[in-house]
């Protein structure tokens, strides 16, 4: 399908019929997790707990709220991103983050401006990741 599609000179069609090919060969593995038993009782076993990892996402999603007004509060419009090319406005719209790890790894961009990124933040701080940048 792909070749057919090269010689119409396509290339938009090619890398989609390639892409649904690829999707395709994936869910193969659905045909294998249904015929192994241990994979059932996986399967089954997510499907039992299932309810109570939705409750506990949903405490998370409570909490997280929580956190992201009082960020909101606490630290709106000390961290603006404004890009980082030479003629953007520098360190953040903050001097004090001049040579700080948080300019330099383009951590910007996380802040408690608005309440996607401030989700962002306390998700990436959930997860360790780079918090020792995140959290000047």
Not at 17 to 40: C, E, N, P, Q, Y
Not at 72 to 91: A, D, H, I, N, R
Request: net charge negative; aromatic share 12%.
């Amino acid at each position: 399908m792909a070749i057919a599609e090269e010689i119409k000179d396509d290339d938009d069609d090619s890398r989609l019929a390639l892409d649904v090919l690829l999707v395709l060969r994936v869910l193969r593995l659905v045909k294998i997790i249904g015929s192994i038993d241990r994979f059932k009782v996986i399967v089954h076993t997510i499907s039992k707990i299932g309810p109570s990892l939705l409750t506990y996402g949903g405490v998370l999603l409570v909490f997280y709220y929580i956190f992201a007004m009082i960020g909101m509060e606490s630290f709106q419009g000390l961290v603006k991103y404004t890009g980082y090319e030479s003629g953007s406005e520098l360190f953040c719209s903050n001097e004090k983050l001049e040579k700080t790890d948080f300019w330099r790894d383009h951590y910007c961009n996380n802040n408690f401006n608005d309440v996607v990124h401030a989700f962002i933040v306390l998700f990436e701080l959930t997860v360790v990741n780079q918090w020792h940048d995140i959290l000047l």
